[in-house]
């Protein structure tokens, strides 16, 4: 399975940013979805996953701000970032999970700024 991230950027506090990924290769299986950041000192963190029937789950610091969609005949995942924060700023990696094994996309990096 490969992974292709699109998006990120700079942004002042309170607009908006958009990643798209696309899977490609082994599709086939492909099950859980979405996003995961690392901010500069600390460890990686989930942000928000979308399974194949469309169940969502958002971390708790950007639930209502950052909305996670998904195109099972695409293979691709999105996540509209809304209100973004200086907190928000990380690189964020896509991740798809292929029977059970968890599979990384490059990171692209969003900052925003104060």
């Known amino acids: 399975v490969q992974l292709q991230a699109c998006g990120g950027g700079m942004v002042q506090a309170g607009g908006s940013l958009r990643l798209t990924c696309t899977a490609s290769g082994s599709i086939f299986g492909i099950n859980d979805m979405g996003w995961y950041r690392q901010a500069p000192g600390k460890q990686r963190e989930m942000v928000a996953l979308v399974s194949f029937a469309g169940i969502q789950q958002y971390a708790d610091s950007v639930k209502d701000r950052f909305l996670i969609s998904r195109d099972n005949a695409k293979i691709m995942v999105t996540l509209q970032m809304n209100r973004l924060k200086p907190e928000d700023t990380a690189v964020y990696f896509c991740?798809?999970?292929?029977?059970?094994?968890?599979?990384w996309g490059r990171g692209t990096l969003v900052t925003v700024s104060s």
């Open positions: 991740i798809a999970q292929h029977l059970g094994d968890g599979f």
